[in-house]
């Protein structure tokens, strides 16, 4: 991979964060370039939600700078770092369930005025079958298609997804992982995931969290294909 | 079909309804004007209740702030009953406007409460503090201060029925449009999942501020109605004991729905009307239909309506693709 310093993505430098007194990421270091698709390892608890909720601006640094496309992104609030062009998708799935599909789609797209939602029934063709449905009784490969669907609305430069195939069906993994190949054409990934075989075939490059910290990153894609990012868990 | 035709003659329907039942019943006109206006004061609580999920112990507050901008108007300034009207409206704008950014900041029991303290400070005031301007318990008279429209006499109890129903009709229109509009979305999303809105670009502070203006404009303007209705007002709109009587209205009628403030204030009102001509302390009512409300009938009237109807759909269409009516709020216990 190409290491450019100072023309990154997102730049996240020394950042420690907190839950009031109790310090969960000590001191963590990382970088995403444009049109990547890195991947987040590590097991629960490691700290990779609170990472990712920290870059949406949801939490705030205790220590360090979140640097996006060059300016420091963490005093921002969370609604005007997804209108910088992140978009952060939960882990929990959760979308706007007493909603209709088709009205969940109308609010991501209107936050920039995205009205055209051909591009992405192009990448989930199914989700345009389900429009008159109520969100909150969509299956949960539908709802993860809705989510990264409404993330696609926002036009966004870097989609952070938390734990995308949890729970999911293995078929409808596979699904996914093709989406994410094509999706990652025009939109820079960043993904967390216990998958493991599903991590070595969509990364680029791979870090792995333990305990709070970065304990390594990979960027051989020998090394990924190898699934060596293993023995860091 | 019959839901898409329901929904855009709803407005005419519910006017009509309305008007029929005032020419059949033609000793009864104070209460079907009454229910026009309440019908509005319903709306604005369930802006707050149905769509952004805030409750507020302290909706008389408004009403009371509405009432009294248009009869301190019509008692000391003009003669005119609709400039009288817009400043009702006004003061809802300017109170939204001021309070809001305090008030939506809370927690939704705190929002509950500051509103209660709101309004046991206003009766206060316009029972108290400003006694020399609104003459206090005695009330504020001003009804003989109101000059003749040119098409209506709003003083005539026939023709300020016309002149509400009239009203209705707008404000159901406005209404309809706000609850299929993106921001009517937005109100709902916010209820449903505000952090995710927020992870969407959305600042839900400032569509919350945006909520609670229209809810405390419509309050408002409920109350300048019951204003001219009246010719005269007194504390009494304020009364901050009666706090709870439109949050039961509003999850009799349905909330988070267009049409469910209408059923609401009718029913409310119906059983109101009924009730106390054999038992003069109501509020033993108020309790009992409160507690069947939460516990038997959390669709409300228009819920329930709505879901029938879909139950007919189903069985004529076949089809088993059918979602629950739009942004119908369950207000039971557990849910
Ligand atoms: N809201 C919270 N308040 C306090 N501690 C939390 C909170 N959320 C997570 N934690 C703690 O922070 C640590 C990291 O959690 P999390 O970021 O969710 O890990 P992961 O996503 O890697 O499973 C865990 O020890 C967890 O218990
Ligand atoms: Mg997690």
């Known amino acids: ?233 | 079909m019959w839901k898409k035709t329901l929904d855009r003659l709803g407005p005419l329907l519910v006017v009509l309804l309305v008007t029929v039942l005032r020419y059949l019943f033609p000793n009864k006109i104070s209460f079907f004007t009454e229910i026009a206006i309440y019908t509005i004061y319903v709306m604005g609580n369930n802006i707050l209740y149905g769509y952004l999920g805030l409750v507020s112990f302290g909706q008389p507050f408004y009403l009371g702030i509405g009432g009294y901008a248009t009869a301190l108007f019509l008692a000391y300034v003009g003669h005119n009953p609709l400039v009288a009207l817009l400043l009702g409206i006004g003061s809802g704008l300017v109170f939204g406007i001021v309070l809001g950014p305090s008030f939506i900041r809370l927690k939704s029991s705190y929002f509950a409460l500051i509103n209660a303290a709101l309004c046991a400070i206003g009766v206060f005031i316009f029972e108290r503090l400003l006694i020399d301007i609104t003459r206090g318990n005695d009330g504020l008279w001003f009804r003989s201060n109101m000059s003749k429209l040119p098409l209506l006499d709003v003083r005539l109890p026939q023709s300020f029925f016309l002149f509400v129903v009239i009203v209705l009709f707008l404000v159901l229109m406005i209404y309809r449009h706000l609850d299929r509009s993106t921001l009517g979305t937005m109100f709902r999303g916010l209820q449903s999942n505000e952090e995710k809105l927020k992870f969407i670009g959305y600042d839900t502070f400032k569509i919350k501020w945006v909520g609670f203006t229209i809810a405390s404009c419509f309050s408002t303007f409920a109350g300048s109605l019951y204003a001219i209705n009246f010719g005269f007002v007194n504390p009494s709109l304020g009364e901050n004991s009666r706090a709870v009587e439109v949050i039961v209205a509003t999850l009799l009628g349905g909330s988070g729905t267009v049409y469910g403030p209408f059923f609401g204030a009718f029913a409310f009102l119906g059983i109101k009307d009924i009730v106390s001509r054999w038992i003069t302390r109501w509020e033993l009512v108020v309790g009992i239909l409160t507690i069947l409300v939460l516990f038997r009938f959390s669709k409300g009237i228009w819920g329930t309506i709505q879901q029938y109807l879909l139950g007919i759909q189903k069985r004529v269409s076949g089809s088993n693709d059918i979602r629950s009516p739009k942004g119908s709020r369950s207000a039971g216990a557990g849910s």
């Open chain 1, 1 to 233: 991979m190409s290491v450019n310093d100072g023309k990154k993505l997102l730049h996240v430098e020394s950042i420690d964060v907190s839950y009031g007194k109790l310090k969960v990421i000590f001191d963590v270091s990382l970088y995403i370039d444009d049109g990547e698709v890195v991947v987040l390892v590590g097991r629960n608890g490691a700290g990779k939600t609170t990472l990712f909720r920290t870059i949406a601006g949801f939490l705030k640094i205790r220590k360090g700078a979140i640097r996006y496309r060059e300016e420091e992104i963490n005093p921002y609030k969370a609604f005007e770092v997804a209108q910088k062009g992140i978009r952060y998708i939960h882990q929990d799935k959760h979308v706007f369930s007493t909603l209709s599909v088709s009205e969940n789609l109308e609010l991501a797209g209107h936050a920039i005025g995205n009205k055209d939602f051909g591009p992405v029934f192009e990448y989930f063709p199914k989700i345009e079958t389900l429009l008159d449905r109520r969100a909150g009784n969509l299956s949960g490969g539908e709802r993860q298609m809705l989510l990264i669907a409404m993330a696609l609305l926002g036009k966004p430069d870097l989609i952070l997804m938390d734990e995308p195939t949890e729970g999911l069906a293995p078929h409808i993994i596979t699904d996914l992982a093709t989406s994410f190949k094509k999706i990652s054409k025009t939109t820079t990934l960043f993904i967390i995931e216990q998958n493991l075989p599903l991590t070595a075939q969509i990364a680029d490059r791979v870090y792995c969290m333990r305990e709070g910290g970065i304990v390594a990153e990979i960027e051989s894609k020998d090394e990924i294909k190898k699934m060596s990012f293993e023995k860091y868990l």
